[in-house]
Each structure stands twice: as structure tokens, then as C-alpha cells.
């Protein structure tokens, strides 16, 4: 027999929803600035950059630094844990510098992944020891979010049962480490567009894995108010011949959520997942404006498709830098008109926009 016993006061429940629908306004999505020191070493070295702490200071300040008014649209900054205790030129601490647009402040926590053995290279994501003391610093440090990512993948034999149910349970247990510890937790369980698999066949995935991420969520006694998700979009995979329109993504998208996600989550924030900052914009666009009813925000947590614009028109050098910061502020534009249903494209074709960020296997 279930018995419940108090894990979260009323107070705490309080203050984890206020955060989680702070960040999810209405017109306002997630930048993700936590590509860890490897991954932003990969992003420096298509500009010809050395991957250096200044250089990688340098360029989160330069988007941290954009104009004010890129807190109409941006309502959360996910940091790496390098970034959340570096500042800019002028000595201000970086989350002090967010919190002060009215933007708040998440962090990444997990540890990455680790294969599983006996599956086709499947993984599980590491990070739970320590993590209660980690939350409390990184709280006391000016975080109130935190982002975990898992990991899944479509082919013949994937996802696994196994796969499903020990990610699953991962993201449980650190949902609830977060909220003892203050912090709301983005729960992220994204399935890999690697593979030439169907609309339908990712949309059969997406459902089971979302179902059993709320089984397990429930289970461990998750507030879900105080929570978001982090999913991918339900797209074809990378290498179908048959690209689907993002009329069709926003269907299959909204009506695997609508199947598998509760009411009481206030807000989905999509994962870009390599499509190009354009089709990203488009497809989250097609999802606002799906016709089926929607009980949650539905916006952004994009690291590659607001920033490969940016990093294009910066290229490393210091008199790049307004051009920079304007082709960031547009891009969050679009995306947080996009999170309302209300993006309208210009007609002009912009080739850094247009470009696909597909890496295989991504890791981040």
C-alpha cells in the first residue's frame, strides 16, 4: 500500500513553480551556454579560435552582454559550471549580470554518459553522487534551474526496454535531488535524430520514452509545477528521404505530448537537436500553431540554433562584435515569436541560418 509522506513544502512548491513559469513566460524560451570546455572547443575551431577560458568568457559575454532587450525573449540562461563563475570585462559576475535583465539563472549538473553494457551502445548519464551538495552550491551560487541530459537512440534494436527504464529513473531521482535543494529541474531525455527512421517511428519512441520519464517522475515524487521538459521535436530521422513539413512536426510533436506529458507541467522546451537555427524557428513555429489543444508553454532551450549565427558573423574577432550581438538578439527574436505561433519568415535567405548543425552522435 502507497503511503505519501511530505517531500516538498508548501513554500518550496511555491517557489519552484514561480521559477518554472518565470522561465517559461509567454514569448520567452531557454538559452543553453553549458556546452562543456570540449564542445565549445568544437564550435571555436570551425571560426579558427583557440579553445581558451578567455575565448570562451569572451564569447558568453558577448551574449550575455546583447541588447536589453533580449530579455523580452530569452527568460533562462542554462551555464556550464566554468561559466558560472567567470565575469565580464568590467569585473560583473555573470549570473549577476543575467539575473539583472530579469533573466534566470539555470545550471547543467550531470557528468555525462556511460555506456550500458549488454545493449547495442546504449547509455545511462552519470552525476547522481555528490549531486544534493552540488545543488546546494550551485543555489547559494545564484542558480534556481538545473538542466540534466539523457540520451536515447532509434534503430532496429533501440530504444531498449532497459534503456528507457534506467534513463527514465535517472532523471527521476535527480528531479528530486533539485527540488530538495531549490533548484527546478529541466528534465531532458532526448532521443538522437541519428538514423533514417520515419516521422511515425520517432513519434512511437518519443511516446514511450515520455511515458515512462512521467512513471518514473510520479513514482519518485516529482512536483511536476515545478519542473520542465527538455524534449526533442518528433522529426524523421537525419537520414530519411522523406523530410517532413513543419506542419507535420507540429502535429506528430503536439500529439505525442498531448498522449504521454500531464497538465500540471508548465512548460516543453525543445531541444534544437542539429536541425539549422531556420528549421528549428519553423518547427517550433508549426507546433505553436498546431490546431490540437495545448495545456503548456511551448518554446525553446537552444544552444546550437540561436548561437551558429552568432559564432558565424564574430569569427573570433573583437570588431565583430555588434555584428554578433545582432545576429543573436534576432535570432532569440524570431524563436520567441516562434514560441507564440506568431513567426512570419522574411523571405530573405540567410545562408548561416539555413545551414544544418546535425553532428552524429552529438555530445554535449
Known amino acids: 500500500m502507497t503511503h505519501q509522506f511530505t517531500a516538498l513544502t508548501p513554500e518550496q512548491k511555491q517557489e519552484l513553480s514561480s521559477i518554472a513559469q518565470r522561465v517559461v513566460a509567454t514569448g520567452k524560451g531557454i538559452l543553453a551556454a553549458d556546452e562543456s570546455t570540449g564542445t565549445m572547443g568544437k564550435r571555436l575551431e570551425k571560426i579558427h579560435v583557440e579553445n581558451t577560458e578567455e575565448n570562451r568568457r569572451y564569447f558568453r559575454q558577448l551574449l550575455f552582454t546583447a541588447d536589453s532587450t533580449i530579455s523580452q525573449c530569452i527568460g533562462g540562461v542554462i551555464f556550464f559550471h566554468e561559466t558560472l563563475y567567470q565575469k565580464t570585462d568590467a569585473g560583473v559576475p555573470f549570473p549577476k549580470l543575467v539575473k539583472d535583465k530579469g533573466i534566470v539563472v539555470g545550471i547543467k549538473v550531470d557528468k555525462g554518459t556511460a555506456v550500458l553494457a549488454g545493449t547495442d551502445a546504449e547509455t545511462t548519464t552519470q552525476g547522481l553522487d555528490g549531486l544534493a551538495e552540488r545543488c546546494a552550491q550551485y543555489k547559494k551560487d545564484g542558480a534556481d534551474f538545473a538542466k540534466w541530459r539523457c540520451v536515447l537512440k532509434i534503430s532496429d534494436s533501440c530504444p531498449s526496454s532497459l534503456a528507457i527504464e534506467e534513463n527514465a529513473n535517472v532523471l527521476a531521482r535527480y528531479a528530486s535531488i533539485c527540488q530538495q535543494n531549490g533548484l527546478v529541474p529541466i ?151 516562434a514560441s507564440t505561433g506568431s513567426y512570419v519568415q522574411s523571405g530573405q535567405k540567410d545562408k548561416a541560418a539555413s545551414q544544418s548543425l546535425f553532428t552524429a552522435s552529438y555530445v554535449y
Not at 531532458?188 to 518514473?216: F, N
Not at 517532413?244 to 510533436?253: D, F, I, L, Q, R
Not at 531541444?271 to 519553423?282: T, V, Y
Request: charged share 15%; glycine share 8%.
Open 187 to 337: 528534465v531532458e531525455p532526448e532521443i538522437l535524430p541519428d538514423g533514417d527512421h520515419s516521422l511515425l517511428r520517432c513519434q512511437y519512441v518519443t511516446e514511450k520514452v515520455l511515458a515512462a520519464v512521467y512513471k518514473a517522475l510520479n513514482d519518485h515524487h516529482v512536483y511536476l509545477e515545478g519542473t520542465l521538459l527538455k524534449p526533442n521535436m518528433v522529426t524523421a530521422g537525419q537520414a530519411c528521404p522523406k523530410k517532413p513539413s513543419p506542419a507535420e512536426v507540429g502535429m506528430a510533436t503536439v500529439t505525442a505530448l498531448r498522449r504521454t506529458v500531464p497538465a500540471a507541467v508548465p512548460g516543453i522546451c525543445f531541444l534544437s537537436g542539429g536541425q539549422s537555427e531556420e528549421d528549428a524557428s519553423l518547427n517550433l513555429n508549426a507546433i505553436n500553431q498546431c490546431p490540437l489543444p495545448k495545456p503548456w508553454k511551448l518554446t525553446f532551450s537552444y544552444g546550437r540554433a540561436l548561437q551558429a549565427s552568432t559564432l558565424s558573423a564574430w569569427a573570433g574577432k573583437p570588431g565583430n562584435l555588434q555584428a554578433a550581438q545582432a545576429a543573436f538578439t534576432e535570432r532569440a527574436k524570431i524563436n520567441g515569436l
